[in-house]
């Protein structure tokens, strides 16, 4: 077991996502791009709910400019997956997120995503990148972890 491996007390908000038959590979364990999918569905989540309005019709946008994912323990179905989430790093243009994935009662994270947003200007078509805005860092400031 790593000693780098997140345990629960690391996130601030939480959601439940069922996993599904279709989510498990060959192998019987969840597959890679079903990680990914869930860490952006609840960043996006998050978002969404925090700023009460429709992400897509602000002046700007976040793209996601980096993604990855250590795994430590297998995830599989039927069970449903906890996922936690934090603010790593909440920059002038770029947030880091970290997303734990828990299955089961344990205390250890099943696998931790890294996500990146930038936020670029939703208005102009050559896209430049742009400050976070004030109303998204006040919707990301109680997710900031030390």
Not at 29 to 54: C, K, Q, W
Not at 70 to 96: C, I
């Amino acid at each position: 077991m790593p000693a780098d491996r997140p345990t629960r007390d690391r996130y601030v908000h939480w959601e439940r996502v069922t996993t599904r038959w279709a989510d498990i590979d060959v192998y019987g364990h969840m597959n890679n791009a079903r990680y990914f999918e869930i860490i952006d569905t609840v960043v996006n989540n998050h978002m969404d709910r925090s700023l009460g309005v429709d992400i897509r019709t602000l002046p700007v946008v976040a793209v996601v400019a980096e993604v990855g994912c250590r795994y430590f323990a297998e995830v599989g179905y039927p069970d449903p997956v906890d996922v936690g989430l934090y603010v790593e790093r909440l920059g002038r243009s770029s947030v880091v997120y970290k997303v734990g994935i828990f299955q089961g009662d344990g205390d250890e994270a099943s696998a931790e995503g890294t996500f990146v947003h930038v936020y670029v200007d939703n208005t102009d078509p050559a896209r430049p990148v742009t400050p976070v805005p004030d109303v998204m860092r006040a919707a990301l400031a109680p997710l900031l972890r030390a």
